[in-house]
């Protein structure tokens, strides 16, 4: 085998670093730095796709295994810790120019973020975009301030607290359940127009004026925001406390309670036609019913007072039967209801099972049973009043019997519980009845007889006790014998 020689040994250690430093410049890349496909991005839970493109070169660069990843900035546009929003798969991007959609996260809120394209292999780094306004509107509805009450009112030299409710009261959709918001407030200046004067969840005021409040999403649009409420000052010694309801004015009882509020202060008193209502000193005040409702507010070195005629739009209605009747087997009862309901229906119960066909406001009934009838307005306050009743089978007071009994039984059960005598000595004939005890005390005298004796307790014992009985007709006919009451 030959040796090689020295120049032989130079030329092949020379076409190795020829061939090294080839394919170390085939390893590297250029990112252009990357292009917004928007101008600034406002999320939200419906909407969260941007996108940015990019050039890189050279194309035979990129290794089989390499990934492209977007970093974003903080934002004031550092990346000394950057958050990374997208990483493509491997291999997914071979050719230039390239495309990424991404989305932002949601504690996103600022005016001066930026983004960057990094490689994977071979490793690169962009350049870092411009800079963009990025806000993700987690809450981006209205929502309500003062407990939707739409007046304050501070005494001389003293100051209101406007605040955003938590939760607040109805559907509000309150900002402070969102920890990462902040928020700006406004003093209108002109029907259109306002300034901003401060931040944060509260707001002193000792100026006079209309104030409202925005979740801080910067330049981006949003629906969060507050209702207005004025301010004014107390320079007579008493202010005007607003009186406002959750559920409107009027409302319907159907929803639940309605809960009045006023203005803040000191203490509360509330009244309803004109009637201290105990207990209710709080800022708020809760009832299902109409009135006239007012408060009293202390607000320190002032006082403040309000009112509100409240209207419930529960209907009215009337049913024309007790809770209890009775008819003998055979006949009827005819029940009817009236209402003030618009469009109301009618839906009729036996023993808890519908009634089927009976939809009007009159009902004919000829069982005997359990009956419920529930009135719907359909129209406006969607509201329901339902009557409860029974009919029970009547007890014949005057049964047709032939003969004068001498046993009776008196233990409730409906049998034999009462003296029953034949049509010839009842109520309407003249009769006398009279009944003694076995001493011949009378406990029984009448001409007008019910068939009801005895109506009450006989201090019985458990011995069965022995009446004695004359009855004397309206011709002067007697009939003479004893009753056993059986125990």
């Not at 909407?47 to 035979?60: A, D, G, L, Q, V």
């Not at 504690?107 to 001066?112: D, I, K, L, S, W």
């Not at 070195?301 to 209890?324: K, N, Q, R, Y």
């Amino acid at each position: 085998m030959l040796k090689p020689t020295t120049l032989t040994q130079f030329i092949l250690g020379l076409c190795l670093l020829v061939t090294f430093i080839s394919n170390r410049a085939q390893a590297q890349i250029v990112i252009g730095t990357p292009n917004l496909g928007f101008s600034q991005a406002c999320a939200s839970e419906s909407f969260n796709t941007y996108s940015t493109t990019f050039i890189f070169s050279p194309e035979s660069a990129l290794s089989a295994s390499n990934q492209f990843t977007i970093e974003m900035s903080d934002a004031d546009g550092d990346f000394t810790s950057p958050t990374i929003i997208h990483t493509t798969a491997s291999g997914a991007i071979t050719t230039s120019p390239a495309t990424i959609d991404f989305a932002i996260p949601e504690t996103t809120a600022g005016e001066n973020y930026r983004i960057r394209i990094k490689t994977s292999a071979p490793v690169a780094t962009s350049s870092k975009s411009v800079p963009f306004a990025a806000y993700y509107k987690i809450q981006d509805s209205p929502f309500t301030i003062n407990n939707l009450v739409s007046t304050g009112a501070y005494c001389s030299g003293g100051s209101y607290l406007l605040s955003i409710d938590n939760p607040g009261t109805g559907t509000n959709d309150s900002p402070l359940l969102y920890p990462n918001l902040t928020f700006k407030w406004f003093k209108e200046t002109g029907p259109t127009t306002s300034t901003h004067i401060a931040d944060g969840p509260t707001l002193s005021v000792d100026t006079e004026g209309t104030y409202f409040v925005k979740t801080n999403y910067g330049t981006c649009t949003s629906n969060s925001f507050s209702n207005r409420v004025t301010i004014s000052e107390a320079v007579s010694g008493e202010a005007n406390a607003t009186i406002s309801s959750s559920l409107g004015n009027p409302f319907c009882p159907e929803q639940g309670y309605t809960t009045l509020s006023t203005i803040g202060g000191n203490s509360y008193q509330w009244f309803k036609d004109g009637n201290l209502i105990p207990e209710a000193t709080d800022q708020m005040y809760q009832t299902d019913s109409s009135g006239t409702y007012s408060v009293q507010v202390d607000l320190g070195e002032c006082s403040a007072s309000g009112s509100i005629e409240l209207v419930s739009e529960l209907f009215e209605s009337t049913i024309d039967v007790p809770e209890v009747n009775q008819m003998f087997s055979g006949e009827s009862l005819v029940v009817n209801v009236t209402s003030t309901a618009q469009n109301p229906e009618f839906v009729w119960y036996l023993n808890g099972t519908i009634i089927s066909g009976a939809t009007e406001a009159s009902f004919e009934a000829t069982e005997f049973g359990d009956y419920e009838v529930v009135i719907t307005e359909t129209t406006g306050c969607s509201a329901s009043i339902a009557y409860l009743f029974t009919i029970e089978e009547a007890l014949d007071l005057f049964p047709d019997v032939e003969k004068i009994p001498n046993i009776i039984s008196p233990n409730g059960d409906l049998i034999n519980d009462t003296w029953i005598l034949p049509s010839a000595y009842v109520s309407g004939t003249n009769t006398e009845v009279t009944i003694m005890t076995n001493r011949g005390k009378v406990v029984l005298k009448t001409n007008d007889y019910q068939n009801n004796w005895p109506e009450n307790n006989l201090n019985s014992t458990s011995i069965n006790q022995v009446f004695y009985y004359i009855i004397t007709t309206s011709d002067n006919q007697t009939k003479k014998g004893t009753i056993t009451v059986l125990k």
